[in-house]
């Protein structure tokens, strides 16, 4: 069925001409365009893995030629997805791949798409939103419903509290829970987790009602998804045996970011019968979850095929970057005569707002004084979203550095309300977010507050996306409209989603547009004002950009520029977070740097907050192409980091001398 033809040097020369003049010449990367049996691929970063994966399909689009049977190419993120869908489309052959019977998406999607919502139609179970996040915030406002579990949270002097809260917004769905077809379950088993009050007591008891509720109206975690295509499975293999037949060939793509019960369920998939090869890089392992072992993760096989050369940076930052490499150690292979700027900026309390001019600084000593809005100029944290005060350490999140940065999400932005929807639509504007994606935000927002407030279609159903528009209808014709511009002028072009002043003036607003006179109970804690993350002054907006001069710094996490190649990066200092005890805590640079810089060798594997520092690290500094910049406290950088920085080529920066 899978059939690759001969690589010959000229069939090589023609694929390399098909897509953009890509050399394929390296043996590692033909071990990889010729396989097809199950194989896995340790991608060091830049190497160009993406065009080599759409490089075997155009191969095999020479000669693939069932209708009914196809390829399956499954990634972590919709960037991924989307870059490759990107490459396909311009190519005249394999962009065949892009429609049935093949299968190009990400591994949530494939899992929802084929198993888990087939199965969860079959049991009458309805969907309005999935969504970490969205169900936390849920069920963190419903859980004082039940008696026993506000019982629980009184006891221990609010430690109980805390611990309560951080179960109910993690409830999961246990792959062993039972229900009956078409019957709305009273009680739904779920995960246990370490000191989650068992089933046999009132509160574990309360847990599982609560969790039934939940899902009753429609809400569910990704791993709920998860534990129904586990069950799916269990109780129909003939399910695994029919996506084995429609998929022969399964390209994972981004292997490291798959894990837990997810990685699980697609190795379990396509353990045999198919061609499952698995595309990733070890060092790359970002997504972390402080309830899985090791052996929970992705691992390339011991007959990896390696692809050490890099097509991203020359091999000054590549030998940086290689020190990095602590999860899987790899030697990166730079381009060679490929020149680049590195400096370290040193700072303390007084001088940290002059980290970013000082970047600015570097970039055009670079490229010179106008260094063109072409350019991709990036500032990243490990911490980028607003924390809590007086615990940890100094400086704690990319928002030290800028107070005006804001992303508009993170696990504070209480997902439960209206502000903090419009905040996300606001940021997605100022991040060039597609219209379209911007304004089904709003509408999404809309719609809960609608069904917040008991507002019906007319069939006597609460309000949906599909019934919105019909409802707004009916009330004024052209009330959408009104209902738009108000957003635009007071969100996407105004502060209201930052500033409670502002957001007043919005919510009476909109309050008079939807004649919402009595507000109930829901809908008025929908549309409270959302403190944490909050700008300052009237009128003041959130932004994701630092602008200096002319030139446009893009600030964001090291999660945001995963996958992606930029001209130049700032990596600056913060603190990793893994809990409240002194080693659950590590500042990133200050952790990693005497190690990248070959003054020590630490062993980062022993200490999970140190391990996650590495990697955040190694993630940003193999981003950039031309300019690589870390900005790290003075007090933190011995005289001895400092003199191997500029040995090894750096230039160094001391705010504090200026």
Not at 396 to 401: A, G, M, S, V
Not at 486 to 491: H, I, T
């Given at each position: 069925m899978i059939q690759i033809p001969p690589l010959t040097e000229q069939l090589l020369a023609e694929l390399g001409e098909e897509l953009g003049g890509c050399d394929f010449t390296s043996e590692d990367q033909q071990r990889f365009l010729s396989a097809t049996e199950?194989?896995?691929?340790?991608?060091?970063?830049?190497?160009?893995?993406?065009?080599?994966l759409v490089a075997k399909l155009a191969l095999l689009s020479r000669s693939w030629t069932s209708r009914k049977r196809g390829v399956c190419v499954i990634s972590h993120t919709n960037a991924a997805r989307e870059e490759i869908e990107k490459k396909l489309a311009t190519h005249s052959l394999a962009s065949a791949f892009l429609a049935y019977p093949h299968f190009i998406g990400t591994v949530t999607g494939f899992i929802d798409r084929f198993v888990a919502l087939p199965y969860l139609r079959g049991l009458g179970w309805g969907v309005q939103r999935i969504d970490d996040d969205v169900f936390g915030a849920i069920g963190g406002s419903r859980w004082r419903s039940k008696p026993a579990l506000v019982t629980y949270s009184e006891i221990n002097k609010g430690i109980n509290k805390r611990?309560?809260?951080?179960?109910?917004r993690k409830l999961e769905l246990s792959e062993e829970f039972v229900c009956e077809a078409e019957i709305p379950p009273q009680r739904l088993k779920v995960s246990a987790r370490a000191g989650q009050p068992s089933p046999q007591r009132p509160t574990g008891q309360a847990l599982e009602e609560l969790k039934a509720e939940i899902t009753n109206d429609g809400f569910y975690r990704f791993g709920d998804m998860t534990a129904l295509a586990q069950q799916a499975i269990t109780r129909f293999p003939e399910i695994i045996q029919r996506v084995r037949a429609r998929f022969p060939l399964v390209l994972l793509d981004e292997a490291?970011?798959?894990?837990?019960?997810?990685?699980?369920?697609v190795n379990q998939l396509f353990a045999e019968g198919v061609a499952y090869q698995r595309l990733g890089d070890q060092n790359q392992t970002l997504y972390e979850d402080d309830d899985l072992t090791?052996?929970?993760?992705?691992?390339?096989?011991?007959?990896?095929?390696p692809l050490n050369k890099t097509r991203r940076f020359g091999t000054d930052i590549a030998s940086f970057a290689s020190r990095l490499t602590v999860r899987a150690p790899q030697i990166i292979e730079g381009v060679e005569d490929a020149p680049s700027r590195r400096s370290l900026i040193l700072f303390d309390r007084n001088s940290i707002a002059g980290v970013l001019p000082a970047y600015a600084g570097e970039v055009r000593a670079y490229w010179g004084q106008d260094p063109g809005a072409h350019l991709d100029i990036r500032a990243?944290?490990?911490?980028?979203?607003?924390?809590?005060?007086g615990r940890g350490?100094?400086?704690?999140?990319?928002?030290?550095?800028?107070?005006?940065?804001?992303?508009?999400?993170?696990?504070?932005s209480r997902p439960d309300t209206l502000c903090s929807v419009l905040r996300q639509a606001a940021i997605l504007h100022a991040s060039h977010g597609s219209p379209a994606e911007i304004a089904d935000l709003m509408m999404s927002g809309l719609v809960i507050l609608l069904r917040h407030h008991g507002v019906k279609d007319e069939r006597g159903e609460l309000a949906t996306k599909r019934s919105i528009s019909s409802i707004l209808q009916r009330r004024?014709?052209?009330?959408?409209?009104?209902?738009?511009?108000?957003?635009?002028?007071?969100?996407?072009?105004?502060?209201?989603?930052?500033?409670?002043?502002?957001?007043?003036?919005?919510r009476d607003e909109l309050k008079s547009l939807l004649g919402m006179d009595a507000l109930s109970d829901a809908a008025r804690q929908y549309l409270e004002f959302v403190g944490h993350g909050a700008t300052a002054a009237q009128g003041e907006r959130a932004s994701t950009v630092f602008i200096h001069e002319g030139m446009e710094i893009k600030l964001g996490s090291i999660h945001s520029v995963k996958g992606r190649t930029v001209d130049s990066i700032l990596v600056v200092e913060t603190e990793v977070w893994r809990g409240t005890s002194r080693d659950q805590q590590a500042m990133d640079l200050a952790t990693v740097l005497p190690h990248a810089f070959g003054l020590e060798n630490k062993d980062f594997s022993a200490n999970a907050a140190q391990l996650a520092a590495a990697t955040n690290v190694f993630v940003a500094v193999t981003r950039p192409r031309k300019v690589l910049c870390c900005a790290m406290r003075k007090i933190a950088a011995s005289d001895e980091l400092v003199a191997?920085?500029?040995?090894?080529?750096?230039n160094i920066i001391d705010l504090t001398l200026l």
């Open positions: 199950s194989c896995d691929v340790q991608a060091a970063p830049g190497n160009g893995k993406t065009t080599l611990r309560l809260e951080e179960f109910v490291q970011d798959t894990n837990g019960a997810q990685l699980a369920l090791p052996d929970d993760y992705w691992r390339a096989a011991e007959d990896a095929i990243v944290a490990s911490r980028h979203n607003p924390a809590a005060a350490d100094w400086p704690k999140t990319l928002i030290d550095y800028c107070p005006q940065y804001r992303s508009g999400r993170g696990r504070q004024d014709p052209k009330l959408q409209l009104k209902i738009r511009r108000l957003m635009r002028d007071r969100v996407v072009l105004g502060a209201s989603a930052w500033n409670e002043d502002d957001w007043s003036q919005l191997a920085a500029r040995a090894q080529g750096w």
